[in-house]
C-alpha cells in the first residue's frame, strides 16, 4: 500500500506509526494539478491539500481507492468521477461541530445583544445604551435551522435546551421523527425563513445548495431577523444579503464564511454594523487537533482492512461491484 499525502509536512498533528507500519508513506508538493496527476500514479490513498481533487487527477491515479480529506467540507472533490471510478471519499464529519456550533451561537448573541458595537463605544470612552432600540432577546424565541447534520442538531440543542426557542429545521434528507428527538418540527424552507428570528446555515456547499439562500428568501424573512452562515459563504448569495442588509429587509448578519476568502477589503459587509464577521475560525485549535486524530484513523481503518468511517459517497460500493 502507498499513502501519498498533499499537505505539509508536519499538518498531521497526531501518530501515524500505524500507517507507517501497514503502507509507504510519501509528503508530496503538489501545487497544481498536473504535478498531483504525476505524484499519484501509484498510490492507493490520497490526503488531500489545497489543489483541487478533479475528474483527470481521480483517473490519474490508476490504483486510488481511497482519498481522504482532514476537513469537513470537501467541495473541493469531483465526488461523483470518484464514485464512477469506484473510490471512496471520506471527510471528518461531527469532528468539529462542537466548535462550529459554539461560534454560531456567539454570533447569534453577539448580533441580538449588539455586543461588537457596544464594546468598540466603551473602548472609545463611551459610555450608555448603544444601539438599545436594536437589542433582541433570543428566549422564547424561533431558531430555524437549515441543515440539520451533527452542527445543526447541536445548535438546535442549545437553542431548545438554553432558551427555550421553537425549533423549526430544513433538511430534505432527514426524516420529521429525527428533527422532533430534538423538540423540534421539519418544515420547507420557505417555512423557516418566514417564520424564524434566528435563521442558521449547516449544509454542505454543492450544485444543490449553491445559492440556496438568495434575495426571494432574504425577503421572506422578518424585519426583525437575523441569519447566521457558519458553513460555506457561496450558500448565500452574498451580493443579494449585502443588498437586504443595507436595506434593512432583515435585522442583521454573523458571517463566518465568504463567496470569495479572504474577503475583499472593499467589501460593504466590513463598514456595516448590522453585521458581525469572522475568518471562517468556525474550527478551534482543539477541534482542529480532533479532525487530525479522525483523519488518520479513518485511513488506519483502511490500511488495516476494514471498513471506514464518515464515507460520503456510499454508493461508490455500488460503482465497485458493477466494475
Known amino acids: 500500500m502507498k499513502v501519498i499525502v498533499a499537505r505539509p509536512v508536519g499538518s498531521l498533528l497526531t501518530d501515524i506509526s500505524e500507517w507507517e507500519r501497514l503502507a509507504k508513506i510519501e509528503y508530496v508538493k503538489a501545487q497544481d494539478e498536473v504535478s498531483l496527476m504525476r505524484q499519484i500514479v501509484d498510490a492507493d490513498v490520497l490526503i488531500t491539500g489545497r489543489v483541487p481533487v478533479t475528474s483527470k487527477i481521480i483517473a490519474a491515479g490508476r490504483k486510488l481507492k481511497m482519498i481522504q480529506t482532514f476537513a469537513v467540507g470537501y467541495e473541493n ?32 448573541l453577539g448580533l441580538a445583544r449588539q455586543i461588537p458595537g457596544g464594546d468598540r463605544l466603551m473602548k ?82 454543492s450544485d444543490n445548495t449553491r445559492h440556496m439562500i438568495c434575495e426571494r428568501e432574504l425577503r421572506m424573512m422578518k424585519p426583525t431577523a437575523m ?4 458553513s ?7 451580493a443579494a444579503l449585502i443588498r437586504c442588509l443595507q436595506e434593512n429587509v432583515i435585522a442583521g448578519a454573523g458571517l463566518d ?7 475583499s477589503l472593499g467589501s460593504p459587509l466590513r463598514k456595516m454594523d ?50
Request: glycine letters at 10%; charged letters at 20%.
Open 227 to 230: 441569519i447566521v452562515n457558519t
Open 77 to 108: 472533490m469531483d465526488v461523483e468521477a470518484a464514485t464512477k471510478a469506484g473510490i471512496m471519499v471520506c471527510n471528518t464529519g461531527g469532528s468539529n461541530a462542537e466548535s462550529v456550533a459554539e461560534l454560531t451561537w456567539g454570533l447569534i
Open 124 to 205: 472609545e470612552g463611551e459610555w450608555g445604551r448603544f444601539m438599545s432600540e436594536k437589542h433582541m432577546l433570543v428566549w422564547g424565541k424561533t431558531l430555524g435551522i437549515v441543515g440539520f447534520g451533527a452542527i445543526g442538531r447541536l445548535v438546535g440543542k442549545i437553542g431548545r435546551l438554553a432558551f427555550n426557542m421553537n425549533l423549526l429545521a430544513y433538511d430534505p434528507f432527514v426524516i420529521s421523527a429525527t428533527v422532533e428527538v430534538f423538540g423540534g418540527t421539519l418544515v420547507s424552507l420557505e417555512t423557516v425563513m418566514k417564520e424564524s428570528d434566528v435563521v442558521s446555515i449547516h449544509v454542505p456547499l
Open 274 to 323: 448590522n453585521v458581525i464577521i469572522v475568518s471562517h475560525i468556525g474550527s478551534c485549535p482543539e477541534a482542529l487537533a480532533k479532525m487530525n486524530v479522525v483523519g488518520v484513523d479513518n485511513v488506519a481503518r483502511f490500511l488495516r482492512g476494514e471498513m471506514p468511517m464518515r464515507i460520503v459517497n456510499p454508493h461508490y460500493i455500488i460503482a465497485l461491484a458493477s466494475k
Open 232 to 238: 460555506r459563504g457561496a450558500v448565500i448569495d452574498e
Open 257 to 263: 464564511v465568504f463567496e470569495v476568502e479572504p474577503l
